[in-house]
């Protein structure tokens, strides 16, 4: 167990719709990042979150956003849902702001687009 | 930006063999993490191994930062360990000051009974 909770563990919705994933970070733990593991993109990283700032972006569509409250969880939204949005969706966590330090990641959420 | 290579893509074992997993890198890194996705899709982080020699039970781990690569060794295989193996790197550079991971596509391996 890593320590990294992700709600919900699948997601099965239509084209069009919207969704939140939230994720809990371990405890202590300050930063939060968003990876998207798809069939034909492989891992690739969405977001960082460092104590409640956006602290580096990927290649996240406009159609996606996030972020990390007060309490240090963060949701990642999706809306405008696509057939290729379907993958499984990470999140991790790390002590710092990632350098230098390992960063342990959650089971995912696997969302379908039907 | 920094390229991340795994080799071999695919690796077909019979429980208790041995085998050797390696990651290039095509420029300095900050951090490298070895994971292991298993059949339910969960990533299970093996070696945070920057640098240096690492030992986990059967697996252990080698990173040569001045070369460029980093091995996963895996002894004595067990049907468990099939699924697929990744490599990810974090590089300091330009934009990029937080702590993104670049994976490699990763080594396929099963391991049969």
């Known amino acids: 167990d890593s320590g990294v909770t992700q709600t919900p563990k699948h997601l099965i919705t239509a084209t069009g719709q919207r969704v939140t994933l939230r994720c809990s970070p371990r405890?202590?733990?300050?930063?939060v990042y968003w990876y998207q593991q798809s069939l034909d993109q492989g891992l690739q990283f969405l977001i960082q979150?460092?104590?409640?700032?956006?602290?580096a972006k990927g290649n996240i569509l406009e159609r996606f956003s996030a972020q990390q409250f007060p309490d240090l969880h963060s949701e990642l939204n999706l809306s405008s849902l696509e057939l290729g949005d379907s993958a499984l969706y990470f999140c991790?966590?790390?002590?710092?702001?990632?350098?230098?330090?390992?960063?342990?990641f959650g089971d995912g959420t696997r969302l379908s687009i039907l | 930006g920094i390229q991340v290579e795994q080799s071999p893509p695919d690796l077909i074992l019979q429980e208790g063999a041995n085998s050797t997993l390696r990651c290039n890198f095509s420029?300095?890194?900050?951090?490298l993490q070895w994971f292991h996705q298993n059949p339910w899709g969960q990533l299970i982080n093996l070696f945070y191994?920057?640098?240096g020699t690492k030992q986990n039970g059967r697996l252990s781990a080698t990173t040569v930062a001045t070369e460029r690569y980093s091995l996963l060794y895996i002894s004595s295989s067990q049907t468990t360990d099939s699924g697929v193996y990744f490599c990810?790197?974090?590089?300091?550079?330009?934009?990029?000051?937080?702590?993104?991971?670049?994976f490699g596509q990763g080594t396929e391996l099963s391991v049969k009974p």
């Open positions: 991790a966590s790390s002590v710092g702001q990632g350098r230098d330090q390992p960063q342990h």
């Open positions: 405890s202590g733990d300050l930063s």
């Open positions: 979150y460092y104590n409640g700032e956006e602290r």
């Open positions: 420029d300095s890194v900050n951090n």
């Open positions: 191994i920057p640098s």
């Open positions: 990810a790197v974090n590089r300091r550079e330009g934009d990029n000051q937080g702590g993104k991971l670049i």
